[in-house]
């Protein structure tokens, strides 16, 4: 069936880098934009980026464009997402989520990454 | 940026209530790449609406989207238990992708 499994839990301290995998089965891996949506804990979603994994093209959103770095294995259908200069702000649950490249539907969530930023 | 914003903020309804949950743009997006999600507590979102009137693969015809421009809407037209959540919009009509605030259905 169509998934993304995404990387464990991770405990940070401010001005640490962390960083994410996301592996996708049961799809054609480059026919689908992988997105990163994070939420901080009793918040909204709050869009991060997306990565074409066909040619590798990335598009990050304003708030984050120089901490920000994704990129991707086609060799094993996995996506990266790298947050560098944590901060206690960044504490929240990390979700990839797959997008056609029609519609920009967000149709498939991986299951989630909480990343707790604390000194 | 695209700034959405959802009302109201919370719905108190009964089960077998219709819900209308409205989603106001900050400026014209494209029918193209407005979407709504459902969100229960401790999982990830659900796609229930894409392209402002398109079912997601799966949802109940209960769900359903109109609108255009700056002014989108979703229906739930006979409240079920499992409908009881928080409801998002969205748009990537013009970068960067935003969302709304949310609306919360809970239970009268």
């Known amino acids: 069936q169509v998934q993304l499994v995404q990387s464990g839990a991770e405990v940070k301290k401010p001005g640490a880098s962390v960083r994410f995998s996301c592996k996708a ?17 009793g918040q909204g979603l709050k869009w991060m980026g997306l990565i074409n994994p066909s040619s590798g093209t990335t598009s990050y959103a304003p708030f984050l464009l120089d901490r920000i770095t994704m990129a991707r294995d086609t060799s094993t259908t996995t996506v990266f997402m790298e947050l560098s200069g944590l901060r206690s702000e960044d504490t929240a649950v990390y979700f990839c989520v797959r997008s056609d490249m029609d519609y920009y539907g967000l149709d498939v969530w991986g299951q989630g990454t909480t990343v707790t930023v604390s000194s | 940026e695209i700034v959405l914003t959802q009302s109201p903020g919370t719905l108190s309804l009964s089960p077998g209530e219709r819900a209308t949950l409205f989603c106001r743009a900050s400026q ?26 398109r079912r997601a693969t799966g949802i109940p015809d209960r769900f359903s989207g109109s609108g255009s421009g700056t002014d989108f809407t979703l229906t739930i037209s006979r409240l079920q238990p499992e409908d009881f959540a928080v409801y998002y919009c969205q748009q990537f009509s013009t970068s960067p992708l935003t969302f709304g605030g949310g609306t919360k259905v809970d239970i009268k």
């Open chain 1, 25 to 41: 089965s049961g799809y054609t891996f480059t026919a689908y934009y992988i997105h990163w949506v994070r939420q901080a804990p």
């Open chain 2, 28 to 53: 014209s997006v494209s029918n193209t790449y407005l979407a709504w999600f459902q969100q229960k507590a401790g999982q990830a979102p659900r796609l229930l609406v894409y392209g402002a009137s």
